[in-house]
């Protein structure tokens, strides 16, 4: 990564030809950068316009979220921080101006999730809370920060005793329960009710119901009794059959919209002239493929060990990109919706027929685990 302040630099340079000469005119440049992904160029505008009126807050939101969006969480070099800094600062500026937005508070908050400063979310988002008790994001993020508290000390308590990751519990050291007990119980209580909040809120979040049915499953190793270890079981039992039900008909949805742009889409123009549309084999299609985004395992999925390849049916456009008519074939439904995101990022080299650019018709396959290899770079890049 360059110097901070040289990427402003150039990213301000860019921005040279046909220079806006108001707020609004600075602020209608960083939108126009923001939406198409160039954030640096989205900043240096948003940057100018926090100049020429520093007492809009919009101003400062929009550039703390871009530069929160060049930020790379894990990463540890000096100007991947600053850009972390900066932001957070931006955002700490709109509370001056504001002390309650909402936005401010949920971005401060996903700011310290990033960097896994736990305390720090959970103080953001207590007082996003207070400030909008119907959030139901921000009570999920609660319950999140929850399950990112105890996971790691119960992950090696149950590995210094030997226990295998699909070992049943409960633990069998009544010292280790009672340690943990003592540390982590009301945590795992407090993002119970978090969660329990959030869907109260939302009875769909699917997520919430995913982490819901982690904490009581854990939970459920530090209790003494099997009775109350088999009624914490039962009860995460009914979370994930109730999490599986509403991703099934997520997808169903997402397919059914998919497959209803596939089937009837609209007639052109009369004046228009209909592009050729070519299928093309998957083995053909792959060596085509200049830019390749791997899919995030989905981590109900990955919890509970689903495995398997998503089958799409999918329109690539004489560019090369996808033109979203996208169908789901066959896949597991917490599988589809991640497939689905990945694949409408993925870029081809465009197919030639008599020499002009036309839409390709053809079927990918995502397999889940997603492939760790090398991810291929487009060319534009």
Avoid: C
């Avoid at 002390?99 to 401060?108: C, F, G, I, R, T």
């Amino acid at each position: 990564m360059r110097p901070l302040a040289t990427g402003f630099l150039l990213a301000a340079l860019s921005l040279s030809a046909q220079d806006p000469v108001d707020f609004t005119g600075w602020m209608n440049r960083g939108v126009a950068e923001f939406e198409s992904g160039n954030y640096p160029q989205a900043a240096a505008a948003f940057e100018r316009a926090v100049a020429s009126d520093p007492s809009r807050a919009n101003a400062r939101l929009y550039l703390g979220t871009a530069l929160m969006q060049q930020y790379i969480p894990g990463a540890d070099a000096p100007d991947n921080l600053s850009l972390a800094e900066l932001a957070r600062r931006q955002f700490l500026q709109v509370l001056d101006l504001d002390h309650a937005n909402p936005v401010a508070l949920a971005s401060l908050g996903s700011l310290s999730l990033k960097q896994k400063k736990w305390d720090d979310a959970q103080q953001w988002y207590e007082k996003l809370i207070a400030a909008d008790p119907s959030n139901a994001d921000a009570w999920y993020s609660m319950g999140f920060i929850a399950w990112s508290k105890w996971y790691s000390a119960y992950g090696k308590a149950r590995a210094n005793l030997g226990m295998r990751l699909e070992q049943p519990g409960p633990i069998p050291e009544p010292a280790v329960r009672a340690d943990l007990t003592a540390r982590f119980g009301g945590v795992i209580e407090d993002g119970i009710k978090a969660l329990t909040r959030a869907l109260e809120i939302d009875s769909t979040y699917a997520d919430a119901m995913a982490y819901l049915n982690l904490l009581i499953r854990e939970r459920a190793d530090l209790r003494d009794t099997a009775e109350e270890y088999r009624r914490d079981l039962a009860t995460a039992d009914q979370w994930v059959d109730q999490a599986l039900a509403t991703k099934k008909a997520q997808a169903e949805r997402a397919a059914q919209l998919s497959e209803h742009r596939i089937v009837d889409p609209p007639p052109p123009p009369p004046s228009r002239e209909v592009p050729h549309r070519i299928p093309l084999k998957s083995d053909d299609l792959e060596r085509r493929k200049i830019h390749h985004v791997a899919p995030v395992y989905p981590p109900l999925a990955a919890e509970l060990a689903i495995q398997g390849t998503v089958r799409l049916a999918i329109v690539i456009g004489p560019d090369g990109r996808m033109q979203g008519m996208i169908r789901a074939i066959s896949g597991h439904p917490l599988l589809i919706p991640a497939a689905l995101d990945a694949v409408k990022q993925w870029e081809y080299s465009p197919t030639l027929l008599n020499g002009k650019p036309v839409e390709v018709i053809a079927e990918v396959s995502v397999n889940f685990p997603p492939d760790p290899g090398v991810v291929k770079k487009s060319t534009r890049d």
